[in-house]
Structure formats: structure tokens, C-alpha cells
Antibody
Framework: QVQLQESGPGLVKPSETLSLTCSVSGGSLSTFFWSWLRQAPGRGLEWIAYISSSGSTNYNPSLRSRVNISVAPSKNQFSLRLTSVTAADTAVYYC??????????????WGQGAMVTVSS | EVVMTQSPATLSVSPGDRATLSCRASQSVNTNLAWYQQKPGQAPRLLIYGASTRATGVPSRFSGSGSGTDFTLTISSLQSEDFAVYCCQQYNNWYTFGQGTKLEIK
């Protein structure tokens, strides 16, 4: 059974950079695409970015200028960096796996979520 | 961006009854549509993908239908553990989600 676990600071100051890592166990990063998503309080889910084990990426156009996603296959991890954060970036951040070969598929495995608050 | 609109926002149903939830896309997503169940403090759980295929381990009381822009999730006989928030997601053109329908006990 594939398991994902997010890690990183729960509090980030405005204008600084949010950094999170997703550790994957029970399976390899290869073959699949891996995503970051978030859910602001009382809001729906928002896709942020995806990456493959070979480093192929794509980003939500609304966040593209501030987001970077990277992968470390040897560690079975992938990471998110979001720069110049504001209170609007306060959310639960999830990592998840696209459950098919390729990008066009649902998310079948999810991390438990990491609450990140942007506040001074 | 494909906008996903779910209705109703809240649905009150008695245990044992049927629940019908709707999801509409602002443009055709073919059958590239998934449904998730989300309980407080938990990650979403995949229920349905391809508009009508149940994910592994999902009980047969959950069924999905539709194609193009209009989709339905039906729960045939509600159990206590089914009261949660349900959201739809399209993955035809990047990924966007509906705002969710809260299924509450009547």
C-alpha cells in the first residue's frame, strides 16, 4: 500500500517561502505523476503542480510565477516551494499520486495533509 | 479553466435513504470525472473515477453516472459512515474541483 507523508513548517511569515516535502513509502516514484494540492479553510481543493520521477513538471497558471516542484527519486521524495506567501496561502497542503500512467487521472493516494499558516 | 459546480451545497438525508448529488462542468470533460469523500481532518478518499468506475474497496452502494458536462453520484442506502463532504474533480483539462456537497443526517 502506497503511503504519502507531508513534512515542513506549519508557520511561515508573510513574504517568505513555504517549503514542504512529501515522502513516499510502499512504492516507487517511477511510472506515476505526483502532485501538490491545497485546501484553504472553508474552500474547495486547488491543484498546485505535478511532477514525474524524471522531472517533467507543470503548474497551475494562477500560481506558476511563485511555485517550484522538484523530485528526489533516490529518496522517494518530492518537494514544493511557494515564494512570497501571503495570508491567502494559508491552507492544508496535500501531496497525492495520479492513479494512472500519465497525467490524465484521478488522485488515488493522498497524504494526511499539512496545515500551513501564513502569519507574522 | 474548467469550473465545476456542485449542487446542492448541503443535502439532508435519513439513514437508509438514497442520496443524489450533482456536479456540472463549465465545458465538456468527457468522462474524466472523479468523486471523492472527505471527512473532517482527513484527506479525500477516491470513490469513483472515469465518471462511473468504483475505486478499489468502495462499496457497491456508491455509483456514478454522466458524461460531458453533467454528472451524478448516487448513494443507494445511506450508512452512518457516509455522512461527509463529497466533491467532484475533472481531470480532462488540468485538474479542478467542485466546492463540495455536505451530506448531513436528517
Amino acid at each position: 500500500q502506497v503511503q504519502l507523508q507531508e513534512s515542513g513548517p506549519g508557520l511561515v511569515k508573510p513574504s517568505e517561502t513555504l517549503s514542504l516535502t512529501c515522502s513516499v513509502s510502499g512504492g516507487s516514484l517511477s511510472t506515476f505523476f505526483w502532485s501538490w494540492l491545497r485546501q484553504a479553510p472553508g474552500r474547495g481543493l486547488e491543484w498546485i503542480a505535478y511532477i514525474s520521477s524524471s522531472g517533467s513538471t507543470n503548474y497551475n497558471p494562477s500560481l506558476r510565477s511563485r511555485v517550484n516542484i522538484s523530485v528526489a527519486p533516490s529518496k522517494n521524495q518530492f518537494s514544493l516551494r511557494l515564494t512570497s506567501v501571503t495570508a491567502a496561502d494559508t491552507a492544508v497542503y496535500y501531496c497525492a499520486r495520479v492513479g494512472v500512467v500519465g497525467v490524465r487521472g484521478p488522485y488515488d493516494f493522498w497524504g494526511q495533509g499539512a496545515m500551513v499558516t501564513v502569519s507574522s | 479553466e474548467v469550473v465545476m459546480t456542485q449542487s446542492p451545497a448541503t443535502l439532508s438525508v435519513s439513514p437508509g435513504d438514497r442520496a443524489t448529488l450533482s456536479c456540472r462542468a463549465s465545458q465538456s470533460v468527457n468522462t474524466n470525472l472523479a468523486w471523492y469523500q472527505q471527512k473532517p481532518g482527513q484527506a479525500p478518499r477516491l470513490l469513483i473515477y472515469g465518471a462511473s468506475t468504483r475505486a478499489t474497496g468502495v462499496p457497491s452502494r456508491f455509483s456514478g453516472s454522466g458524461s460531458g458536462t453533467d454528472f451524478t453520484l448516487t448513494i443507494s442506502s445511506l450508512q452512518s459512515e457516509d455522512f461527509a463532504v463529497y466533491c467532484c474533480q475533472q481531470y480532462n483539462n488540468w485538474y479542478t474541483f467542485g466546492q463540495g456537497t455536505k451530506l448531513e443526517i436528517k
